[in-house]
């Protein structure tokens, strides 16, 4: 249970990031580069952030088994999906503008960057040679 709450403590983190992250995108890197450039570069800082994130947490988590890594990668993308999919449709937008971002038009890394979310765990937990 306290992986859980680590966990979602955590993920929050990640969230604060990746709302720091949009504003330095549209407030500097859209009019210093384009927005193609900006999201490419954008969605890139962000899996970095999200696998440092990782990799500084997993000594606070105490994670035993790889399993509870897929776990937590499982939880951090359900979390995100339905944050994402609930500030969108409570700001009016339709379905299709939602899922427009989840292609790779004009830039787009927004997928890349929830197979980060997902993997993040064990891919922190490989870069520490704890698996």
Known sequence: MMIAVKSLMIWCGILVLAMANGVLREAVLVPLLGAPAALVLSGVLLSTLIIGVAYLSL????????????????????????????????????????LDAYTFEGGNLWLVVLAVTALAPRLAARLRGMV
């Open 59 to 98: 000594p606070w988590l105490q994670i035993r088994r790889t399993g509870q890594l897929w776990l937590v990668g499982a939880g951090w993308l359900a979390l995100t999906l339905v944050f994402e999919f609930s500030f969108g449709l409570w700001q009016g937008k339709s379905w299709p503008e939602l």
